[in-house]
């Protein structure tokens, strides 16, 4: 009787490797970018935070707790200099975003409302636009949704790296901080926020005296 043997299995073909210069960026984009992404981040939550994470991806933190807010500056969009320890004793709202990010699109208008309604309350608006290399499309973006507070250029998104690890840091676009007087994080979101969500995270910093 003659014995069968087993069909021989091919070795599996080797996949197309990236460039490591491709790989990198390409990981530095998913790792950062929340846009066309339906994955919520975790806010950091190690011992020795102390955050206290609120519904949704809005994380705010009590006075005690606060951490600064990393020295950031640079170049705007417009080619001025801008430097974030200008605006201490402001309540500051920070906002990374890219022009072609659409979760950015959505919530821009409702950032052009609460920056002006506020301004009289010192509060300031500062973007931090990322991913755009060129600055013509972020100055076009800046038109179509009536922003008129600054931005930061980051294209590379060496700005956002010096958040400190396991800082509540803007780790997706869009991302927005809001920073007390003294210069610290008290609010983070990784979300695009509605004008409700943003009145309502930032009205208690306001508050504070």
Not at 115 to 142: P, Q
Request: glycine letters at 8%; a positive charge; proline letters at 8%.
């Amino acid at each position: 009787m003659s014995q069968s043997r087993a069909p021989r299995r091919r070795p599996p073909r080797p996949g197309r490797r990236l460039p490591a210069a491709v790989a990198g960026a390409v990981a530095g984009v998913l790792a950062l970018s929340a846009c066309g992404g339906g994955s919520e981040e975790k806010a950091a939550s190690s011992g020795d935070t102390q955050f206290v994470q609120g519904t949704g991806q809005i994380t705010t933190v009590a006075e005690k707790d606060r951490r600064p807010l990393p020295d950031i500056s640079g170049e705007t969009v417009d080619g001025e200099h801008l430097s974030l320890s200008d605006y201490r004793g402001k309540v500051v709202v920070l906002n990374v975003w890219g022009s072609w990010c659409a979760p950015c699109r959505a919530e821009a208008p409702n950032l052009a409302k609460v920056a002006e309604d506020t301004e009289d309350e010192g509060v300031r608006f500062v973007g931090i636009n990322t991913r755009d290399l060129d600055k013509a499309n972020a100055r076009a973006f800046d038109r179509r949704y009536g922003i008129e507070y600054p931005s930061l250029y980051d294209p590379s998104g060496r700005l956002i790296l010096k958040f400190p690890k396991y800082s509540l840091s803007p780790k997706a676009i869009p991302s927005t901080l809001i920073i007390d007087r003294e210069g610290r994080i008290a609010v983070r979101a990784l979300k695009p926020l509605s004008e409700e969500d943003l009145r309502s995270a930032l009205e208690p910093v306001v508050a504070e005296k």
